[in-house]
Structure formats: C-alpha cells, structure tokens
C-alpha cells in the first residue's frame, strides 16, 4: 500500500513514521532542514510544495491515501483538491482518500468531518478535537482523561492514584466493580500492566477502567472523593485551542470560567465573543495575579498558550499553590511524558487527534475508533466484527488472543458485557479492545 504525507513537522513526521511499518510512504516537505529530519525515517522524502500540481501527478497514481498536514490550511486543502482532480482526469487510476489538517473555524466547526465536496474526504482540527476531549475530562472531575466508545454506549476513564489516597495497598477485586467495568490497564511510571484482580495499587498508579458511563460515574467517587459544587476553572491562553476550549466550557451551567490572555486586543474581541466568562489582560505565569485570583481554590487550571515551555511553567506554578487539577498543552510529543512526570495531572497534544484519525482510516475495515495511550505506548481500539473476522462464534478462552492486549468490553445490540473466559462474540459485535502498540498488528488478524 502507498500513502502520501504532505508536511513533515511534528504531526507529519509521526503521521509517516506510523505509516512507514505498513506502507511505502512518500513525503513532501519544502523546508530542506525538515525534509532532512524526515529523510531519517524509512520513507521517500522530496522537497517541494505538496500542493504543487506537477509534484502530484507524479506520485499520486496507486496512492490509497493522501495526508496533507503543514501548519498552512489552504495548502492542505487545495493539496487535496488537486489530488482529486488529477485522479479524475485519469481513468482507471485508484481513488485516493484525502485528509487535510485544518484549524482555521472558518472551515471547519466540528472536530472532524467530510468536505468531499470540495475533494477533502476527511477534515480534521487537531485543536478543537483537543478543546472536546478537555472538555470531556472537565466533565468528569475525578478523571485525568476519558473517552467514549460504541456511540456513548461504553466509556474509559483514566484515574490517578493520589498518595493520600484510600485505595493505596488494596488489590483490584478489593474495587468491587460492576459487572459492566473493567479495569484495563494500570500505568506505573514506565512500567503497562494487564491487571489481575490479586494485583495490588499503588501511590501515583494511574488506572485505565472501561465499563458504562453511569457506573463509572458512580466509580469516580471511590478514586476522586469529589464532592458537588461548581466547577471553578482557569483558563492560560486563548488562541484556537483556548478559544474552542472557552466556547465549550461556556455553554456548562455549572462552570465558573476565568481566562487569562495577556494580549489586550485578543482579551477585548474574545469577551464579545463568551457570555459567562471573565476575561484578564495578564501574564499566566504573574505569581501576584495568580495569588489574587485564588488559584488555590482553582478545580482546574488549564494551560493552553502556544508555548510549551509557558504552559509547564504556569502548570508548575498552579500545582505548587493549590489548584486541585492541572491540564497542559503540549505540542511536542517528548514534553508529554515529562510533564506528567513532574506532577502535572494530564498533558495533552493537538497532533495526536490528527495521527489518531489518519491510523483509524489506514488500519483496515472494521475499525471505528482508536485513542492512543501513555505516549503512544498503547491504544483503546473499537472494532466492529464482520462474518470473516476469525474471533468470532469461539469462546475467548479458546482464542489465542496476544498476551500484551485484553477483550475489555463486548457491545452486543444494546448489552454492554464485560467479558469473561466462556464469552462468545458475533458477527456484528463492537468490540473494544485495549492493547500494546506492539501487539496491535497481532490483533488486528482477528478482526480482519
């Protein structure tokens, strides 16, 4: 299989890198020091503009997908659209799907959507697809991260184990879960454990649970303790992914928003724009300002300006005066580890929604959605079974499933199961699967 990735920064780049273990993977990147980055990778690189007609022509026959992510909108898209129109004058050639990363709201107001109308089969915002799944942690304040599967059917939460925490030294049967939840994984500084129910918690182990959504609301109360009351919210920096982020918090009745922008006219045309937020002219990382905004009564702060740098220092700051929860921004996938690392409650990436989204369409038939984990280091994968898939009609404990990935949940029609040894999927089941990078590949054969 061919696939084409235009721009090789930070998202491209990983975007190629993914690709290039099952594709032939040509890049084109016009930044000769970028091009050269990517060069190191297992793929053909050639410098130019990806949205270049005669580039394309060149390449585009026998492509099965087309990915155009610089930092530049209209390049990505007119990439695409010129892509399409090269396939359509040449009959017989393969249709190619196209992706495009677009940020501006002008274009695009939904995380991800089709434009095929326009040539571009998938758009995808990496920073509003960012701001949703920030708001869908702020939903849950006892959880570090969440995420929905089988159309809202089943959920995955992520929760950290607090030093003062309750459930230091118990075993995982000790949780008494529902039958409709599964603890998935435990995250133990470097170490992904597929747990046991002898196997024991442990301080500032974070814990991945899978099950419905009202039963692990009921279940965030055992790890967070979290009492009612109005979610009380700081907001560093409002660019695009604050912005998207603000208009999502602002339609909560039961938020209290504050945002700090030290822009002065950025501060002036966003409070035209939100109806219940405060708005103030400042600098995140102002101990002074911080301190007179009761930082310390703060349920979350979040650090979202372009810099990474800043948000680890706002977040470090908010950490040491009290906030309950801190969510940083981080665009470079190194920083995401080290920022979790040092304490700060979840980073977050724009990119990874975009790899995410673009691994989803190139894995093959029968995969709705995929979320990456602990740096990439594993994935939640939802596949829908077909009547070729060879897992099912078999009990589970007859399938030689990889030892480094777990059935976690099994949605028949309406039934949400959690599987046990005895459990037989069918054709037409979504099933969700949480599994080790490495062993994904293994998967997949029994969904195929």
Request: with cysteine.
């Amino acid at each position: 299989m061919k696939a084409i990735v235009i721009g090789a920064g930070e998202v491209g780049y990983h975007i190629a890198k993914f690709l290039s273990a099952t594709h032939d993977v040509i890049v084109v990147e016009k930044d000769e020091d970028v091009a050269r980055r990517a060069d190191e990778l297992d793929v053909q690189v050639l410098e130019g503009n990806g949205a270049n007609a005669d580039i394309l022509a060149n390449i585009i026959h026998d492509a099965d997908i087309l990915v155009a992510v610089t930092g530049v909108d209209e390049v990505n898209i007119v990439a695409c659209m010129t892509a399409k129109l090269i396939i359509r004058s040449h009959p017989g050639w393969k249709e190619t799907k196209t992706i495009a990363r677009v940020s501006n709201p002008d274009y695009i107001d939904v995380p991800v959507t089709s434009r095929s109308q326009v040539g571009v089969d998938t758009m995808i915002c990496p920073e509003l697809a960012l701001a949703s799944e920030v708001a869908e942690v702020l939903s849950s304040p006892s959880a570090i991260d969440t995420e929905v599967f089988a159309g809202g059917k089943v959920q995955m939460m992520e929760f950290a184990i607090r030093h003062e925490g309750k459930l230091i030294g118990k075993q995982i049967q000790d949780l008494m879960l529902d039958d409709c939840c599964i603890v998935s994984a435990i995250f133990r500084e470097h170490e992904i454990i597929i747990p046991h129910g002898n196997d024991l918690i442990k301080a500032n182990d974070h814990m991945v649970v899978v099950g419905k959504p009202r039963a692990l609301e009921e279940l965030g109360r055992v790890f967070g303790n979290v009492e009612p009351h109005r979610n009380r919210i700081l907001l560093i920096g409002c660019g695009i992914v604050g912005f998207y982020l603000a208009k999502l918090i602002d339609k909560d009745e039961n938020a209290d928003l504050k945002i700090i922008e030290y822009r002065k006219n950025r501060c002036i045309e966003v409070a035209e724009m939100l109806e219940n937020a405060l708005i103030l002219n400042g600098d995140g990382t102002d101990v002074n300002l911080l301190r007179e905004e009761n930082i310390e009564d703060m349920d979350v702060v979040l650090a979202v300006t372009d810099n990474d740098e800043k948000n680890l220092l706002c977040s470090l700051l908010a950490k040491q005066m009290g906030a309950k929860k801190v969510i940083a921004r981080a665009d470079r996938p190194d920083y995401v580890p080290l920022f979790e690392m040092i304490g700060i409650d979840m980073a977050v990436s724009p990119r990874e929604a975009t790899v995410n989204e673009v691994l989803k369409l190139t894995m093959g038939k029968g995969i709705e959605k995929l979320t990456m984990l602990e740096g990439e280091k594993a994935e939640i994968i939802e596949y829908t079974t077909s009547k070729y898939s060879k897992i099912i009609g078999k009990s589970l404990n007859k399938v030689k499933f990889p030892k480094d990935a777990i059935v976690t949940t099994i949605v028949h029609n309406d039934d949400i199961i959690i599987p046990r040894g005895d459990s037989i999927i069918r054709e037409g089941d979504r099933v969700i699967v949480f599994a080790l990078s490495s062993a994904v590949s293994a998967v997949e054969k029994f969904f195929k």
